[in-house]
């Protein structure tokens, strides 16, 4: 999807997938915040600080005053939709993956479409770098790649591979994150998602739920939204202006009074997560399609009953009152 006029395209988004199955979501509570979970094959880098947005609680925080606007305009009668899960959808990984690499791993230059707007690296891209929907997928094919020596985050949106005889590779756009800081993106820059937010902290990865569940907020689409931004995000990516559209950064939680008591533990857990973290509007897509990493652990069938809940269940809150770091 093109990050700089996403309001013009609606992602075609994979199918369902599932969600998160260690805890006995029953009555356990969520981890409060202390930093996101390492992610596999890189355990001594946390998914940036304890006082990140993504990491922030968001359970407290008031209720916006145009929200009943902003959730008819996603759609109040449409169900959440996890687009991760196990097993392969159209030839692909169902979700977001991304890999680990040391400092042995070499770096390669890229070319950017958008290169006024991204950094210019050089990558650490291994030739076998996973990309989302396969190889020979035609959709927004981002990668992520975290240096675990260095505790960087480097992602790309519409990677390609060097053409014959050429060394460099080819994307959209791409941003290097360095995991021990809250830095954000120059004002008005994109990233590898619309919004000029990094996307694997909003990601629903099962190492979580070995760690005791889900303690950030989730990555999640919407087909149209507003030309504004608000923090943690950077650039907007439409050209409507309706005030009843989200914003770019927008932040949505599940009502605290909806029961999720009688969902399967991995969707109950997701459910907990947006409870007390909410989740984060970075990018155009389907309405309400929830991101994730793929993962042969992941239970497709339980993660179909979230889709059960509607948007109605979801409220927008005002972050103006989230500490920032």
């Given at each position: 999807?093109?990050?700089?006029?996403?309001?013009?395209?609606?992602?075609?988004?994979r199918?369902?997938?599932?969600l998160?199955?260690v805890m006995a979501?029953g009555?356990?509570?969520?981890?409060?915040?202390a930093?996101g979970?390492p992610v596999?094959?890189?355990?001594?880098?946390?998914?940036f600080?304890?006082?990140?947005p993504?990491?922030?609680?968001?359970?407290k925080?008031?209720?916006?005053?145009?929200?009943?606007?902003i959730?008819?305009s996603?759609?109040?009668?449409?169900?959440?939709h996890p687009?991760?899960?196990?097993g392969?959808?159209?030839?692909?990984?169902?979700?977001i993956?991304?890999?680990t690499?040391?400092?042995?791993?070499?770096?390669?230059?890229?070319?950017?479409?958008?290169?006024?707007?991204?950094?210019?690296?050089?990558?650490p891209?291994?030739?076998n770098?996973?990309?989302?929907?396969?190889?020979?997928?035609r959709?927004?094919?981002h990668?992520?790649?975290v240096?675990?020596d260095?505790?960087?985050?480097?992602?790309l949106?519409?990677?390609?591979?060097?053409?014959?005889?050429?060394?460099?590779?080819?994307?959209?756009?791409?941003?290097?994150?360095?995991?021990?800081?809250?830095?954000?993106r120059p004002k008005?820059?994109?990233s590898?998602?619309?919004?000029?937010l990094?996307?694997?902290?909003?990601?629903a990865?099962?190492?979580?739920?070995t760690?005791?569940?889900?303690?950030?907020?989730?990555?999640?689409?919407?087909?149209?939204?507003?030309?504004?931004f608000?923090?943690?995000?950077?650039h907007?990516?439409?050209?409507?202006?309706?005030?009843?559209?989200p914003?770019?950064?927008?932040?949505l939680?599940?009502?605290?009074?909806?029961d999720i008591?009688?969902?399967?533990?991995?969707?109950?857990?997701?459910?907990?997560?947006l409870k007390?973290?909410?989740?984060?509007?970075?990018?155009?897509?389907?309405?309400?399609?929830?991101?994730?990493a793929?993962s042969s652990?992941w239970?497709?069938d339980?993660?179909?009953?979230?889709?059960?809940?509607?948007?109605?269940?979801f409220e927008?809150?005002?972050t103006?009152?989230l500490p920032?770091?």
């Amino acid at each position: 999807m093109d990050p700089i006029s996403l309001d013009s395209v609606v992602s075609v988004r994979r199918f369902l997938p599932c969600l998160l199955t260690v805890m006995a979501v029953g009555g356990a509570a969520l981890a409060a915040s202390a930093g996101g979970h390492p992610v596999k094959g890189a355990p001594n880098c946390r998914i940036f600080p304890a006082n990140n947005p993504w990491n922030q609680r968001a359970d407290k925080l008031p209720v916006a005053s145009n929200s009943s606007q902003i959730v008819n305009s996603i759609g109040r009668g449409t169900g959440l939709h996890p687009d991760f899960g196990s097993g392969l959808w159209d030839g692909g990984p169902i979700g977001i993956p991304y890999t680990t690499v040391g400092h042995s791993q070499p770096k390669v230059k890229v070319n950017f479409g958008y290169a006024d707007e991204s950094d210019k690296g050089p990558y650490p891209i291994p030739k076998n770098v996973p990309i989302e929907g396969g190889r020979k997928s035609r959709g927004d094919r981002h990668a992520l790649i975290v240096d675990r020596d260095a505790c960087r985050l480097y992602e790309l949106y519409a990677l390609y591979p060097p053409k014959p005889g050429k060394t460099a590779w080819r994307a959209g756009s791409g941003a290097i994150w360095s995991l021990k800081s809250n830095h954000l993106r120059p004002k008005t820059w994109t990233s590898a998602d619309a919004a000029g937010l990094p996307i694997l902290p909003g990601l629903a990865r099962y190492e979580d739920l070995t760690h005791g569940g889900i303690d950030h907020a989730l990555r999640f689409t919407v087909s149209r939204t507003r030309r504004a931004f608000v923090y943690p995000a950077r650039h907007y990516a439409s050209d409507l202006t309706d005030p009843r559209l989200p914003r770019m950064g927008e932040r949505l939680r599940l009502k605290s009074n909806h029961d999720i008591s009688h969902f399967p533990k991995q969707a109950r857990a997701v459910l907990r997560a947006l409870k007390l973290y909410g989740m984060i509007v970075p990018d155009t897509g389907s309405d309400w399609y929830i991101s994730g990493a793929p993962s042969s652990h992941w239970n497709n069938d339980a993660l179909h009953t979230l889709g059960q809940v509607k948007g109605s269940a979801f409220e927008v809150v005002d972050t103006t009152k989230l500490p920032r770091p």
